[in-house]
């Protein structure tokens, strides 16, 4: 592909400038490979318009750090204006938004909380014995997510265009709205007879499973959102619109849903009054057909019931970490990963086997070593990961 120079943007506090300047020093081996560039607002000119410098860029940057902080939570600007327009971006596919946890700070229930934070599972970067250690370990989470998106604009280059002479392949839909939260991962491995299972279920339109959408049910790191994200990918032609909601808590579910409004041009989305939007986007679904509604972390069943259109017409599909349905939903389980599949996982994502490659090609020794592995690890997806 072209050298892209992937723009990275900082939204942060000023409280928090001394931590930043300390993170780019450690982005400067991407900066020499000239791999990214970085904008703050410290970049802005003299007699520049420091609200209009920081729109553009906020509009053009690939990647968004959000520095999370107390300080970052209570500054209005950052959280009205530069997180408002981060999180939209995010959930257009248009950028990838990152929260790196500076400081404690209660962030559980915020609008980035479904977002994968850095350092690795949220350890504030101040609480770290070694901060140099904490922003290496930053680092390498920025340098996964700059991989995935230079692989994201390198098919997008790639990709020919159709001609318009050209008849579509038969079913296939043009994908008008699309707020899934994640790039498609190209380290997705097996899952196939799930996945069909899913594509089964959701394709069999008969008032059972309108009304008992399946759910993907297992453990935590099992692999369940990854496991959707690939669905979404996969069947995305069969939809005119992919819809994502993240339903870790009541509060999330709320202003997802209230995105969606925005997203979908409801004449309700800017009512003061809530319940209104709520209510207009639960209509808008059973009205509308052609699209899949994906809610992720519906741990708790009976809260996301009532975000649910009553009489579908579209396709749902939800996540969760519960055992028991509740006659709510369609239970298909997700076990954790074979040896053979997770051998392939952990060499695929570790970049010691290329994905044409067959496992009968590697050495022994390697073998076994990955083996050993993903039994000590359980053949948890994530925790391969």
Same mark, same amino acid.
């Given at each position: 592909?072209?050298?892209? =120079?992937? &723009?990275?943007?900082?939204?942060?506090?000023?409280?928090?400038?001394?931590?930043?300047?300390?993170?780019?020093?450690?982005?400067?081996?991407?900066?020499?490979?000239?791999?990214?560039?970085?904008?703050?607002?410290? =970049?802005?000119?003299?007699?520049?318009?420091?609200?209009?410098?920081?729109? +553009?860029?906020?509009?053009?940057?690939?990647?968004?750090?959000?520095?999370? /902080?107390?300080?970052?939570?209570?500054?209005?600007?950052?959280?009205?204006?530069?997180?408002?327009? $981060?999180?939209?971006?995010?959930?257009?596919?248009?950028?990838?938004?990152?929260?790196?946890?500076?400081?404690?700070?209660?962030?559980?229930?915020?609008?980035?909380?479904?977002?994968?934070?850095?350092?690795?599972?949220?350890?504030?970067?101040?609480?770290? /014995?070694?901060?140099?250690?904490?922003?290496?370990?930053?680092?390498? @989470?920025?340098?996964?997510?700059?991989?995935?998106?230079?692989?994201?604009?390198?098919?997008?280059?790639?990709?020919?265009?159709?001609?318009?002479?050209?008849?579509?392949?038969?079913?296939?839909?043009?994908?008008?709205?699309? =707020?899934?939260?994640?790039?498609?991962?190209?380290?997705?491995?097996?899952?196939? &007879?799930?996945?069909?299972?899913?594509?089964?279920?959701?394709?069999?339109?008969?008032? $059972?499973? *309108?009304?008992?959408?399946?759910?993907?049910?297992?453990?935590?790191?099992? @692999?369940?959102?990854?496991?959707?994200?690939?669905?979404?990918?996969?069947?995305?032609?069969?939809?005119?619109?992919?819809?994502?909601?993240? %339903?870790?808590?009541?509060?999330?579910?709320?202003?997802?849903?209230?995105?969606?409004?925005?997203?979908?041009?409801?004449?309700?989305?800017?009512?003061?009054?809530?319940?209104?939007?709520?209510?207009?986007?639960?209509?808008?679904?059973?009205?509308?057909? =052609?699209?899949?509604?994906?809610?992720?972390?519906?741990?708790?069943?009976?809260?996301?019931?009532?975000?649910?259109?009553?009489?579908?017409?579209?396709? *749902?599909?939800?996540?969760?970490?519960?055992?028991?349905?509740? @006659?709510?939903?369609?239970?298909?389980?997700?076990?954790?990963? @074979? %040896?053979?599949?997770?051998?392939?996982?952990?060499?695929?994502?570790?970049?010691?086997?290329?994905?044409?490659?067959?496992?009968?090609? *590697?050495?022994?020794?390697?073998? +076994?070593?990955?083996?050993?592995?993903?039994?000590?690890?359980?053949?948890?997806?994530?925790?391969?990961?």
């Amino acid at each position: 592909m072209a050298k892209t =120079n992937l &723009e990275i943007f900082f939204s942060y506090a000023h409280a928090d400038e001394a931590l930043r300047n300390q993170l780019e020093k450690h982005l400067g081996s991407l900066k020499r490979q000239k791999r990214i560039i970085t904008w703050y607002d410290r =970049n802005i000119p003299p007699g520049g318009e420091w609200a209009s410098e920081i729109g +553009a860029h906020l509009k053009t940057a690939h990647i968004i750090l959000l520095l999370i /902080s107390p300080d970052f939570i209570d500054s209005k600007y950052c959280w009205s204006t530069e997180l408002k327009k $981060a999180i939209q971006r995010h959930n257009a596919g248009e950028a990838c938004v990152i929260p790196i946890i500076v400081r404690p700070a209660d962030w559980k229930k915020t609008p980035f909380a479904k977002l994968q934070a850095l350092p690795t599972n949220g350890k504030p970067i101040s609480t770290w /014995s070694n901060i140099d250690e904490a922003l290496l370990n930053v680092v390498e @989470g920025i340098q996964r997510a700059v991989d995935v998106q230079r692989e994201k604009i390198s098919i997008s280059v790639s990709k020919p265009t159709i001609q318009a002479s050209k008849v579509p392949k038969k079913g296939a839909i043009s994908v008008q709205r699309w =707020n899934v939260p994640f790039p498609r991962n190209l380290f997705f491995t097996g899952r196939e &007879e799930v996945l069909e299972h899913l594509h089964t279920l959701l394709s069999t339109r008969n008032t $059972a499973f *309108i009304s008992q959408p399946p759910a993907i049910s297992g453990l935590g790191g099992i @692999g369940k959102t990854q496991t959707a994200v690939e669905y979404a990918y996969r069947y995305q032609q069969e939809y005119q619109y992919v819809l994502w909601l993240q %339903a870790n808590t009541r509060e999330t579910l709320i202003s997802d849903v209230v995105t969606l409004a925005n997203l979908l041009k409801l004449p309700e989305k800017d009512v003061e009054d809530q319940s209104r939007t709520i209510e207009a986007v639960i209509r808008w679904f059973e009205q509308q057909t =052609n699209w899949l509604l994906i809610v992720d972390n519906a741990d708790d069943l009976p809260m996301v019931d009532a975000f649910l259109p009553r009489n579908s017409r579209g396709h *749902i599909l939800l996540t969760t970490r519960s055992h028991s349905m509740s @006659g709510r939903a369609q239970r298909v389980d997700v076990e954790a990963m @074979g %040896a053979d599949e997770g051998v392939l996982f952990l060499l695929r994502r570790a970049a010691l086997m290329p994905p044409d490659r067959a496992l009968v090609s *590697i050495a022994d020794a390697v073998r +076994a070593q990955a083996t050993a592995i993903v039994q000590t690890l359980g053949g948890l997806p994530l925790a391969l990961d």
